[in-house]
C-alpha cells in the first residue's frame, strides 16, 4: 500500500505563486494532481510518467503549472504560477501502477488526504 502526503497548500493573491509536494512511502510509477471544489467532480490538473519523460496537463492550467518529480526522494511536485481565483480547491496527489499518466481517476490505484490551496482576487 503506498500512502502519499501531500504539502504546500496555503492562501495567495492572485498571479501569486505556491509549490504542493507529495510525498510517498516508496517508489510509485506513474503520479498525478487532482483537484476538487465542493459540488463538482474531481478534476485532473496535471500527470507525470515514469520515469518522468512525458508530462500532461489540463487545459486550463497549461502554461501557468509545471509538473515535476524526484525519483530518488520518491516525491513529485506541482509548482503553480500566475494563480487565479478559479485555481482555489482541495488538491490531491495520485499514483498508479502504471507508467504512463492518465486523467480519469478511476486509473489512480492511491491517493493522498489532500491540501487546501485558496487564491483570493
Known amino acids: 500500500q503506498v500512502q502519499l502526503v501531500e504539502s504546500g497548500g496555503g492562501l495567495v493573491q492572485a498571479g501569486g505563486s505556491l509549490r504542493l509536494s507529495c510525498a510517498a512511502s516508496f517508489r510509485t510509477y506513474a503520479m498525478g494532481w487532482f483537484r476538487q471544489t465542493p459540488g463538482k467532480e474531481r478534476e485532473f490538473v496535471a500527470g507525470i510518467s515514469w520515469p518522468g519523460t512525458i508530462e500532461s496537463y489540463a487545459d486550463s492550467v497549461k502554461g501557468r503549472f509545471t509538473i515535476s518529480r524526484d525519483n530518488a526522494k520518491n516525491t513529485v511536485n506541482l509548482q503553480m504560477n500566475s494563480l487565479k481565483p478559479e485555481d482555489t480547491a482541495v488538491y490531491y496527489c495520485?499514483?498508479?501502477?502504471?507508467?504512463?499518466?492518465?486523467?480519469?481517476?478511476?486509473?489512480?490505484?492511491?491517493w493522498g488526504q489532500g491540501t487546501q490551496v485558496t487564491v483570493s482576487s
Open positions: 495520485a499514483a498508479r501502477t502504471a507508467d504512463l499518466p492518465s486523467k480519469y481517476t478511476r486509473d489512480y490505484d492511491f
